[in-house]
């Protein structure tokens, strides 16, 4: 019985770290593959402000493909939220577009 449950707990850590591991936030401080690096400074920058870095959040990580970008509270509480890129902001390599929050190839 004891060994069932350890296995039950392995296999349940293992589907968690598979979860974190598999995510496609990309860290905000890490490089945008598609991008060039003046346009990722530029969009960096505008997410900042998104976030209200005079406020105390600060742009912490994308998801390109959901057209998502997360915001976190600087400091000890780290509170974080979620927003949506604007229509039209630049999403892949093959010229994709954010739209509605997804990234759609473009018409």
Do not use: W
Request: charged residues 25%; glycine residues 10%.
């Amino acid at each position: 019985m004891k060994l069932a449950a350890g296995v039950i707990i392995v296999a349940l850590l293992l589907l968690i770290l598979e979860e974190g591991i598999s995510s496609k936030f990309i860290a905000s401080g890490d490089k945008f593959p598609h991008m060039q690096s003046r346009a990722a400074k530029r969009l960096r920058s505008k997410l900042n402000k998104k976030c209200g870095y005079s406020h105390g959040f600060s742009f912490a990580e994308i998801d390109f493909s959901t057209c998502q970008y997360k915001c976190r509270r600087i400091g000890t509480n780290q509170d974080t939220y979620i927003g949506t890129l604007d229509e039209g902001t630049s999403c892949g390599n093959q010229g994709q577009k954010c739209q509605r929050g997804q990234c759609v190839a473009k018409e």
